[in-house]
């Protein structure tokens, strides 16, 4: 008699890769490797997430990289990296009708309300069919965290432990076939970029690092706010945190060997360096734990009373201007042209074009935010929310920064270099004028060939007008009853223990 065949699903365990492609100080891909059961190596390619208003194809781009490194890393260790496409809950569904899901290691997310309203659906999926769904902290930030007080020793505590170990042994699962990964042309990513991506991967994060610490990073802080040589002298490698190709620890113990390897000559120079990448690297966990600790800055001002500061009605020309890099502010303009084209610009130079937009066209940090989301290859919604809120002066517990973009122009670009770089309408306009040419006489725009209002736009706002008009504004929101008494609540909450980083209350406010 013919045997029935067998109905028992064949038991798997899953590694969901998300935002950590990497094998190397993985806590998920560790515990599983400690399981003998066969183990799924899953990366979910989530269609609806690249539709939404925040994602680009230059963050696919990298993260195509980063896949494809990440499948050479698992086939060492005799693995294959499955690839599929669609929502994730389908794709648990469809894995769950043809095997016996055990369990299922992932690292804990914290991005942005589309991904956490994603795993609040798994996980209810997850717990219905008896499916463990275990999760790992990432980096330095604690989810349940009780007490502001406690996160810095926390997270200081959790940087100084070990890495764990890339395992030898995982037991293998070959039987499910994935998808190739989508080409970066693939019509899924729906907004587009023009220009450059860095490249991804892990082999190049660990390049990029290693090039940092051994020469690049020499200048480090000297041009950390320089456009035009701070793409050169700073780390880049946030794309990689972002994406996972590195952990914050791994990173965290690199400066220390190369601090620990300096000789006499090279010391002083490279101990301020690394010491100002870690106290970096300490920002970023401090600022991801913000929207761990409080997701709805990703749409709310923190501090409500500047809810309705900014109209919530777009002023379309003054953005498109801003967006295109067609302001009639140099400086502004040639930052922003060479974001677009490069997917990166330096620290202060994000938070000048957030300034701008805010305080001298009044735009709102939401709408604002979601076009430099796009254009970062680094996109980190935790450091990236926190930080339009902090530059547009509504979290009511720092103080207000105003970049002064013709200030700012002379001090980080005096030969107006970077601006004849990104604004080729300006290559023949003489240095006396570059930073401010609206003052160029009719013989001057003549000869430079650039007739300002025709060729390059005059200035599109009065920057000194529209700072006295914001300041105006602010001071009124600042004495309202009760201001102060929310500002508390908020430092409390969300507040930075160790620096004058955030200070309450908001009375000052600093002209850069
Ligand atoms: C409005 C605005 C939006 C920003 N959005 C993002 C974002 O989406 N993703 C992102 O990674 N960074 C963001 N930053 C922070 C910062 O500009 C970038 O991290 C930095 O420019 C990346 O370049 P790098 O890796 O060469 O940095 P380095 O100067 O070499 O620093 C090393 C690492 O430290 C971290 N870091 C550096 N500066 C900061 C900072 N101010 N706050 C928190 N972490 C920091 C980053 O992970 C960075 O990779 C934003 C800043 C502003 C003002």
New binding site residues.
């Given amino acids: 008699m013919a045997e029935k065949p067998s109905t028992k699903k064949s038991e798997i365990q899953i590694v969901w890769f998300k935002k950590d492609l990497r094998i190397t100080d993985h806590m998920p891909v560790y515990k599983a490797s400690k399981i003998p059961i066969p183990t799924l190596m899953l990366y979910i390619v989530e269609t609806d997430y690249w539709s939404k208003p925040f994602a680009n194809r230059r963050h696919w781009c990298f993260i195509h990289d980063s896949l494809e490194d990440l499948a050479l890393d698992l086939a060492t260790h005799k693995q294959q990296l499955v690839i599929k496409i669609g929502s994730a809950i389908q794709v648990f569904k469809d894995l769950h009708l043809k095997y016996e899901i055990v369990q299922i290691f992932a690292h804990e997310e914290c991005g942005n309300r589309w991904t956490y309203d994603r795993d609040i659906e798994v996980r209810k999926w997850f717990l219905k069919n008896h499916i463990d769904f275990k999760e790992f902290p990432s980096n330095g930030v604690v989810r349940g965290l009780k007490d502001r007080n406690e996160w810095s020793k926390i997270r200081n505590s959790r940087m100084q432990e070990q890495l764990i170990p890339t395992p030898n042994n995982i037991t293998a699962f070959k039987a499910e076939i994935g998808s190739p990964i989508p080409s970066k042309k693939d019509n899924i990513f729906l907004n587009n970029f023009s220009g450059i991506v860095q490249k991804g991967g892990r082999r190049q994060a660990l390049k990029i690092i290693n090039s ?1 610490l051994k020469i690049r ?1 020499k200048n ?1 802080l000297y041009n ?1 706010s320089k456009p035009g040589k ?1 793409e050169y002298t ?9 994406w996972g190709t590195i952990s ?1 620890k791994e ?1 965290i113990n690199m400066t220390k060997d190369k601090a620990k390897n300096l000789d006499e000559n090279e010391s002083k120079i490279w101990k301020k360096n690394i010491s ?2 870690n ?3 300490t ?6 734990q913000k929207l761990e600790s409080q997701p709805s800055i990703e749409f709310q001002c923190m501090h409500s009373y500047y809810e309705k500061l900014r109209d919530k009605q777009l002023n379309s020309n003054f953005y498109s201007a801003w967006k295109n890099g067609l302001t009639g502010y140099p400086f502004v303009d040639a930052c922003m042209r060479s974001l677009n084209y490069n997917g ?8 000048m ?2 300034s701008f937009a805010s305080y001298d066209l009044w735009l709102d940090w939401r709408k604002i ?1 979601y076009h ?2 796009q254009m ?1 290859t ?7 929310y ?3 809120q ?2 547009s002066g509504v979290t009511g517990i720092n103080t207000l920064r105003i970049y002064n973009p013709i200030k700012q122009s002379y001090d980080q670009d005096p030969k107006g270099e970077f601006i004849k770089k990104w604004v080729h309408e300006l290559e023949n306009v003489p240095e006396a004028w570059i930073h401010e040419p609206w003052k160029m006489s009719d013989g001057t725009q003549k000869k430079s060939k650039c007739y300002i209002g025709i060729d390059y736009p005059y200035k599109i706002v009065d920057h000194s007008e529209a700072v006295k008009d914001a300041k105006s504004r602010f001071s009124k929101i600042i004495k309202k009853e009760g201001f102060n008494q929310k500002a508390k609540k908020i430092f409390s909450k969300l507040g930075s223990r160790s620096r004058k980083r955030d200070n309450l209350p908001n009375k000052q406010l600093s002209l850069f």
């Avoid at 700073?234 to 972002?242: G, V």
């Avoid at 990166?344 to 938070?351: E, G, K, P, S």
């Avoid at 680094?378 to 990236?384: A, F, M, N, S, V």
């Fill in positions: 940092f990073g480090y950390i701070s700073c780390s880049r490698i946030s794309p990689h945190l972002t914050t990173l100002a990448l106290s970096r690297l920002w970023r966990c401090h600022f991801i990166w610009i330096n620290f202060r130079m994000r938070a074009l957030v935010g430099l989301a970062f680094d996109y980190e919604p935790g450091i990236h926190s930080q339009l902090m530059q």
